[in-house]
């Protein structure tokens, strides 16, 4: 039946056009954002998701940066450990020198104070940002530690959690070698003291040992950040981004739709006056 009244015609074809429009934008909008999820409205699910996994990321770069300073912190402490161990080498030199004839035990004093004084100075200054892991108290009030910020760990639908890593403190400083060593007058006195450097030395390189291996930890941590922080901005890429070479063929496909779609209505909308010759 034909109606002047009501054209089912027009009505399909505007309803089709509105719908072909509504892909358009839709479409132009990914290309101009360059996400397929931009918004909540888009896919409400894969927003939350992905918004959630944005924050993570956002931590994790506080956490790269909390081992960074760690890293530092470490790396700090242990070259002053490391000069330390080198400084003991040669005092350990000097004392085992002392237990010769016909030696100067004045001059061999003098140098023994003089590199007592020198490890003294390493511990004091072996700090980085306020925190000295040689020392017995690492950051001026009372902490024998340094907590480093390691990973951000979540389970199912909880609240993250903060991991963190205690670096111990080395203590060179509770050695006092320079208030302790035996002072060097006569052979025996030398013994004596070889024997306070060898204990003092041990101390030092295992004291040095530990903050390499702390420093390495530290290191392949702040490694690992990077590489899962990568991995999760890549994983957010694959739920929100736009697959650029398919939006610009349905672009072009639903432009060719509209032009069609326009015609379409055009002719829905002339039908009626086709009646008229019914009348002639």
Do not use: C, H
Request: aromatic share 2%; hydrophobic share 45%.
């Amino acid at each position: 039946m034909s109606s002047i009244l009501t054209n089912n015609s027009a009505m399909v074809a505007l309803q089709t056009l509105k719908s072909i429009n509504s892909n358009l934008g839709k479409t132009q909008s990914m290309i101009s954002t360059g996400k397929e999820v931009a918004s909540a409205q888009d896919n409400s699910a894969i927003w939350a998701i992905s918004k959630v996994m944005e924050s993570d990321v956002t931590g994790f770069k506080a956490i790269s940066d909390s081992l960074s300073l760690g890293e530092s912190t470490v790396a700090v402490a242990s070259a002053g450990a490391e000069q330390i161990v080198e400084t003991l080498k040669e005092m350990k030199q000097l004392a085992v020198s002392a237990q010769s004839e016909n030696v100067n035990f004045t001059q061999i004093q003098s140098d023994m104070a003089e590199k007592t004084a020198q490890i003294t100075s390493i511990i004091g200054a072996s700090q980085f940002n306020g925190a000295n892991l040689l020392a017995t108290d690492v950051d001026g009030n009372g902490a024998t530690s340094l907590t480093v910020l390691t990973s951000l760990d979540r389970v199912g639908t909880a609240a993250p959690t903060a991991s963190t890593v205690a670096i111990a403190t080395v203590d060179l400083e509770a050695v006092d070698i320079e208030g302790n060593l035996t002072a060097i007058a006569s052979a025996a006195d030398a013994a004596t003291a070889l024997g306070e450097i060898e204990g003092y030395l041990t101390t030092a390189i295992d004291g040095a040992a530990a903050l390499g291996a702390s420093a390495k930890r530290l290191s392949d941590q702040n490694m690992f950040i990077g590489k899962l922080s990568d991995a999760m901005k890549s994983g957010i890429g694959a739920l929100v981004d736009a697959d650029m070479e398919e939006a610009s063929a349905r672009l072009q496909a639903l432009q060719v739709q509209q032009q069609l779609g326009v015609q379409s209505l055009s002719i829905a909308n002339q039908a009626p006056q086709t009646i008229l010759s019914l009348f002639r």
